[in-house]
T-cell receptor, first 113, second 113 residues
């Protein structure tokens, strides 16, 4: 069965500092990997996705993620955080066929001024 | 504008009552999904449907029921058999190609009094 672990429940970062959110997955085949962001009381928005090819993926809002097969990881990064990046972030893994996604528990990001 | 509309946004119910959450999409997507979100647990799949008049159980289907009589609509009924129904419920849709991107509604928060 596929699973996703996000080890950090909360992260606090100063505005302008860099941000890295960790994601580890378990999946028996080539995974489809995603990062979504959720503002309070809202639905989820796709930040970026990895299917194949270049292991460094660029997304919206200045985010990027790197797929490392040897470490079963798909960490999300942003070089300089803005106050509007305060939100909850979810990593997800999908099956090769169909769109059933398994989500991690989420990481809530707080941005200090 | 195309999107997914969930209603109501907030719902209160007494124990023992069934309640139905509405989800409508105008994205012309074949697949629709219901997820439940609890703090620290991420999103868990309740039911999904990849075509009209067909649906499958997800990971936590017990105490829930769905129907898919129209492509645009995928209502979720939370029955009195659901032991812990208080949660945030998210509806999503997608194409059935293997792009994996889910489009989410803004959610419905159900509180059982």
């Amino acid at each position: 069965a596929q699973s996703v672990t996000q080890p950090d429940i909360h992260i606090t970062v100063s505005e302008g500092a860099s941000l890295e959110l960790r994601c580890n997955y378990s999946y028996g085949a080539t995974p489809y990997l995603f990062w979504y962001v959720q503002s309070p009381g809202q639905g989820l928005q796709l930040l970026l996705k990895y299917f194949s090819g270049d292991t460094l993926v660029q997304g919206i809002k200045g985010f990027e993620a790197e797929f490392k097969r040897s470490q079963s990881s798909f960490n999300l990064r942003k070089p300089s955080v803005h106050w509007s990046d305060a939100a909850e972030y979810f990593c997800a893994v999908g099956a090769l066929a169909g769109n059933k996604l398994t989500f991690g528990g989420g990481t809530r990001v707080l941005v200090k001024p | 504008d195309g999107g997914i509309t969930q209603s109501p946004k907030y719902l209160f119910r007494k124990e023992g009552q069934n309640v139905t959450l509405s989800c409508e999409q105008n994205l012309n997507h074949d697949a629709m999904y219901w997820y439940r979100q609890d703090p620290g647990q991420g999103l868990r799949l309740i039911y999904y449907s990849q075509i009209v008049n067909d649906f499958q159980k997800g990971d936590i289907a017990e105490g829930y029921s769905v129907s898919r009589e129209k492509k645009e609509s995928f209502p979720l009924t939370v029955t009195s058999a659901q032991k812990n129904p208080t949660a945030f419920y998210l509806c999503a849709s997608s194409t059935t190609t293997n792009t994996g991107e889910l489009f989410f509604g803004e959610g419905s928060r159900l509180t059982v009094l």
